[in-house]
């Protein structure tokens, strides 16, 4: 009961968590126009980061404990840094409906298969249902209304885009046992907004300095990525690496929401299937049972 108790509660973390990744879009309606990705992306993990960073150091998080730094955390950092570039270039190239049903409905399938491969956590059989379930939502609410445009170099950034958030999901599953969380987490997106840094060069940064630009800068560095991140990273000591992701697809629904209820966008038929396949999918994999012992939240807080 109790293990069910704490599995449930770590579902719930990672729903939250995909909550709050799911105002970005919302949130980046507010930046200045044509303010690439590149820079949003930057900013954001930059920001997010350094939040991070002064967390763990208020927290004490690296004093005696095992280094951080080590090729999986090079390898997450790695990872994140470039799912968005790839992200919003297959989006660019494809358009949004085929762009996001590519992207982020593939990243459970490939943490399906890299957890079964490297961590031995074969998918429970409520997975592949509910990950069914949840990748026709995102299929018809992005496609409700859109116009399908195919192409190879899209489809390909889409799909690393996915694998991208999926191995940063096991690399970073694999560094937090015996390490504290908010050391890795601060390592990880500090380097990941250095390795993001190129694309501010050459850029008109002025809009930062604005109370909007640093409010907006603020919210998108704690509330899309410390936050969130933190919430995800504690899931994962309790979670299979495939259930993580597949909860996280709760982004594109909220995502969809706010577009209705804060931009005030339609909502059409294939839009409202949608929403409805991906609740049903997300609620099937919150029923889903876990079949290894893992660490407790109680665990985690402590430090064990």
Not at 48 to 64: C, D, H, N, P
Not at 118 to 127: H, I, N, S, T, Y
Not at 285 to 303: I, Y
Request: proline share 5%.
């Amino acid at each position: 009961m109790g293990n069910s108790k704490h599995t449930a509660l770590a579902s719930l973390s990672v729903l939250a968590a995909a909550i709050l990744w799911g105002t970005t879009g919302t949130v980046q309606k507010f930046l200045p126009a044509g303010t690439a990705p590149g820079v949003v992306g930057a900013v954001r993990l930059g920001t997010g980061g350094i939040i991070l960073l002064l967390l763990a150091i208020k927290q004490r998080a690296f004093a005696g404990t095992t280094s951080v730094l080590s090729r999986l955390t090079f390898i997450a950092a790695a990872c994140i840094a470039v799912f968005q570039p790839l992200y919003f270039t297959g989006i660019a190239r494809t358009g949004v409906a085929v762009g996001t049903v590519v992207a982020i409905g593939s990243s459970p399938i490939f943490a399906g298969l890299l957890g079964w491969l490297l961590d031995k956590e074969k998918p429970e059989g409520r997975w592949f249902g509910a990950t069914a379930l949840a990748i026709a939502g995102c299929s018809l609410l992005s496609l409700g209304g859109g116009r399908i445009s195919v192409n190879l170099i899209g489809i390909a950034c889409s799909l690393t885009a996915g694998l991208a958030f999926a191995a940063y999901t096991a690399a970073s599953k694999s560094l937090l046992p015996g390490r504290p969380a908010g050391a890795v987490l601060a390592v990880i997106f500090c380097l990941s907004g250095i390795l993001l840094s190129p694309f501010l060069s050459g850029q008109d940064l002025t809009w930062l300095a604005t109370g909007r630009g640093a409010a907006l800068v603020i919210y998108l560095g704690l509330v899309t990525v410390a936050l969130p991140y933190s919430l995800y990273s504690a899931a994962l000591n309790l979670l299979p690496a495939a259930t993580a992701v597949t909860l996280s697809l709760a982004e594109p629904l909220t995502g969809a929401l706010l577009g209705i209820l804060v931009i005030k966008e339609r909502l059409d038929p294939p839009s409202l299937l949608g929403i409805c396949l991906l609740l049903c999918g997300l609620l099937v994999m919150l029923r889903a049972p876990t079949k290894t012992g893992r660490q407790t939240l109680s665990d985690v807080s402590a430090g064990r």
